[in-house]
């Protein structure tokens, strides 16, 4: 993903505000889709949505972006190819030097949509693979026919010489399946596998008895360590910002360095981006700090997007992490992994308050009363 990688030496810097470097941002380009999963962020269904960025707004917001950073840009929904103008964006996006990527279902993708891909600009695509059977993808995503669809998407991708990832939402109903998930990711030929950790927004509010326990957390997340040596793929932890925790605990228990290098979508830097490196865009133009986060950093159609990534108050405030609360705020990984500030939200209704799914107990923290 990043034609120029470098090496990060040690933890990453504490945050400090304004000038914190931008990686990633995610584009709700729209909310319309043509899948109904039963996770989804958005609960999004088949629109139109009212309010969406037009074409123009679109332009804007990317120039604004490139002139606050050159992070990677991921054009996401929803269903992003249910968007007309979604090539023109990509080439606009790639003209201004963003890195574009795109996170289709792959349901969508022929062999002239992929073509299209590859003209405009995309790097790489996600696709989303919940199971390791047709039978349970099929039920996750709420539509029959997902699992061949995005399979034949992938190869169509695939065969326009574009790079994917293998998206993997966890839950306590596809725990079993991941390691044929990764190696279903290997045969496809994948550049990464990404799992996610099921944060209870949206539809996912509804199965939040899916989500698995901070025991069953730490153990899958201490085997998917133990695949880094295994795969020839990369592998990245989402929304389980306790993997980073995790991968200095082993590499210093094995005595080994880390090597903090700058991959793109794959980058080892540190646990929950929200606010710090990252933030997401929805369709209307609010900034939030994650998908996830349901707060309102900003809006792009009132605002520049520098004025909001340098100067919101939330950013500012997720970005000193001595305002953390609770055993994140004393956590000697605060620095590195910053606990889940969607799932702390979800839990608590403060988005600053201590991780909920989290079994580790910091050296300053008091032992939880028996």
Request: proline residues 5%; neutral net charge.
């Amino acid at each position: 993903m990043n034609p120029h990688p470098h090496t990060e030496k040690g933890n990453p810097p504490h945050g400090h505000g304004k000038g914190s470097t931008l990686r990633l941002v995610a584009w709700e380009t729209t909310r319309n889709c043509n899948l109904s999963c039963v996770h989804c962020r958005a609960a999004a269904t088949k629109g139109p949505y009212e309010g969406e960025l037009n074409t123009d707004q679109g332009f804007k917001l990317l120039d604004e972006i490139a002139e606050a950073g050159k992070p990677i840009i991921i054009l996401t929904g929803g269903e992003p190819l249910l968007r007309d103008d979604i090539f023109d964006l990509a080439k606009h996006g790639d003209h201004l030097g963003l890195r574009m990527v795109m996170a289709p279902n792959g349901t969508l993708i022929t062999p002239a949509v992929a073509e299209k891909m590859a003209a405009s600009g995309i790097r790489r695509i996600s696709a989303s693979i919940d199971g390791a059977t047709k039978a349970f993808h099929d039920k996750f995503r709420g539509v029959d026919g997902a699992f061949n669809a995005a399979i034949r998407g992938i190869e169509y991708v695939k065969a326009a010489g574009i790079e994917f990832q293998i998206n993997t939402t966890i839950t306590k109903s596809n725990l079993d399946q991941i390691p044929r998930i990764l190696e279903l990711a290997e045969r496809l030929g994948a550049a990464a596998h990404h799992i996610f950790l099921l944060v209870p927004t949206g539809r996912g509010k509804y199965i939040v008895d899916q989500a698995i326990d901070a025991k069953e957390y730490e153990t899958t997340l201490n085997w998917f360590y133990d695949q880094r040596e295994k795969t020839p793929l990369q592998l990245k932890a989402t929304c389980a910002p306790h993997y980073y925790r995790i991968l200095r605990q082993r590499a210093k228990a094995e005595g080994k360095t880390i090597s903090f290098e700058t991959h793109g979508l794959d980058a080892v830097t540190r646990g929950c981006l929200a606010g710090t490196g990252f933030c997401f865009i929805s369709h209307t133009g609010i900034v939030q700090p994650c998908g996830y986060t349901d707060v309102k950093c900003g809006d792009i159609t009132k605002s520049t997007f520098g004025e909001v990534w340098n100067q919101s108050p939330v950013f500012l405030k997720l970005r000193d992490f001595k305002q953390l609360e609770g055993k994140c705020g004393v956590c000697e990984y605060r620095a590195v992994c910053g606990g889940c500030r969607a799932r702390a939200f979800e839990a608590t209704g403060n988005y600053m308050a201590e991780e909920p799914l989290c079994a580790f107990q910091p050296e300053k923290a008091s032992p939880p009363p028996d």
